[in-house]
């Protein structure tokens, strides 16, 4: 009797002895992966930013950065489309988005209208990307009086602004099927945003102005080294064989957006490859600096594209007091030169306009 509790004592000794050093290993795990977290953490948010003029050092704060990542709007599952009539409406305004060409190129199945660019080449994800010039606040925000027009806008009004400008192209009749079924996809996408509000992510991100003017030259540069890829030295692009229109979207040249449209603003411009370019680049995960941003803008908006001065653009501002700070084309209402409006330093223009 004694010998078996003998037994079971050096069982339960023996038992013991083997989980201490497991218990060991494992609090050492813990604090190794405590480390290594710590050090993940001042690796993300501690972004160390060499300045090549002066060699300084700008340093952004974890808590900083953590602070400047708001939870973005995200867009309706295309699989809670309805299976109705209207649904079917959604989801020809949504193909129309995505293939433009193809209906509404230059050899469109529906009409031959515009440059062969679709319309997700500037509103990516076929407009549903935070940051990606999306539609998330159009129908809670239209109609709307516009400064540019002078008048209060429809959504088939911007709809056509973006075909006569960015595309290049003419509008397309109101009462048309195709009209409507982008004006229902736009409407379904914003279905859960309130009226007059616009969610987190939408539209385009505004970067803070610099303190000198955006420099072609240095945008050459870095677009030689990060955007010619894909949209090419020359800045043609590169065309969807298998489904027309581009792959990867014309910058500048014939068959690019004109110097009407949005995106020929530097401001528009530089937040929209901020948050999305190169390829593979996010609001979260940025893969350029604000500067580099601004310099490709004004490099890529020096290079010749369609004028529409004189056609499209001819009615263009008449409050020219109205018009953005980095609205490159005079007249103006301050005494700031074409140059300076289009390219910077912005920030004396905005001064002045507190005045």
Not at 40 to 46: A, S
Not at 68 to 74: D, E, G, K, R
Not at 161 to 177: F, H, I, M, V, Y
Request: glycine share 8%.
């Amino acid at each position: 009797m004694e010998n078996k509790e003998l037994n079971q004592k050096l069982r339960y000794l023996i038992g013991l002895l083997a989980v201490i050093p497991l218990a060991i290993v494992l609090l050492l795990g813990l604090l190794v992966a405590q480390m290594l977290g710590l050090r993940i953490n001042v690796d993300i948010y501690w972004k160390e930013t060499a300045n090549t003029a002066n060699n300084s050092v700008v340093v952004t704060k974890p808590a900083e950065a953590k602070a400047s990542l708001p939870t973005l709007w995200q867009a309706p599952d295309t699989s809670t489309i309805p299976q109705d009539e209207q649904g079917k409406l959604i989801r020809y305004g949504r193909e129309l988005i995505k293939n433009t060409s193809a209906y509404l190129g230059k050899n469109g199945s529906v009409a031959k209208m515009s440059n062969d660019m679709n319309c997700q080449n500037c509103h990516l994800e076929a407009g549903t990307k935070p940051f990606g010039n999306n539609y998330s606040a159009v129908a809670s925000t239209y109609p709307k009086f516009r400064e540019r027009s002078g008048t209060v806008e429809t959504i088939p009004k911007r709809v056509n602004d973006c075909l006569e400008r960015s595309l290049n192209g003419k509008p397309l009749d109101t009462a048309s099927r195709e009209m409507q079924a982008i004006v229902e996809y736009i409407h379904w996408l914003g279905k859960d945003v309130k009226k007059e509000e616009k969610p987190a992510g939408a539209g385009i991100l505004e970067l803070a102005y610099m303190d000198r003017a955006a420099s072609p030259e240095k945008g050459k540069i870095v677009y030689e080294k990060k955007c010619f890829s894909c949209h090419q030295l020359d800045g043609s692009g590169v065309p969807d064989t298998e489904k027309g229109g581009y792959q990867y979207p014309p910058l500048w040249g014939k068959n690019s957006y004109n110097n009407g449209a949005g995106l020929f603003r530097l401001s528009r411009f530089a937040g929209y490859v901020k948050a999305n370019m190169p390829l593979g680049a996010s609001y979260n995960s940025p893969l350029l600096t604000d500067e580099e941003a601004w310099d490709i803008a004004a490099y890529v908006n020096s290079m010749p594209r369609p004028d529409v001065r004189k056609t499209v653009m001819k009615n263009d501002w008449k409050n020219i007091a109205g018009k953005p700070i980095d609205h490159p084309f005079a007249p103006f209402a301050d005494g700031f030169s074409e140059e300076q409006h289009k390219f910077g330093n912005f920030k004396p223009i905005i001064a002045a306009r507190k005045k």
